[in-house]
Nanobody, 124 residues
Framework: QEQFVESGGGVVQPGGSLRLSCAAS????????VGWFRQAPGKEREGVSC????????YYADSVKGRFTISTDNAKNTVYLQMNSLKPEDTAVYYC?????????????????WGQGIQVTVSS
């Protein structure tokens, strides 16, 4: 049975850092496109960063470019999101997800299987 286990969220002050982890089981993460998404209260879910190992293509939302980095560890079947220089507007529930079709989009509607979500709060 496929499963994602997310960890690493929490409360951090502006300018701080967090690393989110999403460990997959029941399938090989490297075979598919994988992404991180977030949803703030009252807002639509948005793509933060997506990665496709087959061609190395990586997407970052303009709002996180230069601050966030997506990476994978195939041995651990895990995808990470390193978040630096965090801002209050980064506060949201963050989700990892996989696209079984391994498309090139980072649109939430194209992703099939989702983690449970983890809260990130940036506040002084």
């Amino acid at each position: 049975q496929e499963q994602f286990v997310e960890s690493g969220g929490g409360v951090v002050q502006p300018g701080g850092s967090l690393r989110l982890s999403c460990a997959a089981s029941g399938f090989t993460l490297d075979y598919y496109a994988v992404g991180w998404f977030r949803q703030a209260p009252g807002k639509e879910r948005e793509g933060v960063s997506c990665f496709k190992s087959s061609d190395g293509s990586t997407y970052y939302a303009d709002s996180v470019k230069g601050r966030f980095t997506i990476s994978t560890d195939n041995a651990k079947n895990t995808v990470y999101l390193q978040m630096n220089s965090l801002k209050p507007e980064d506060t949201a529930v963050y989700y990892c997800a996989t696209d079984w079709a391994s498309g090139s989009s980072c649109s939430p509607g194209m992703y099939d299987y989702w983690g449970q979500g983890i809260q990130v709060t940036v506040s002084s």
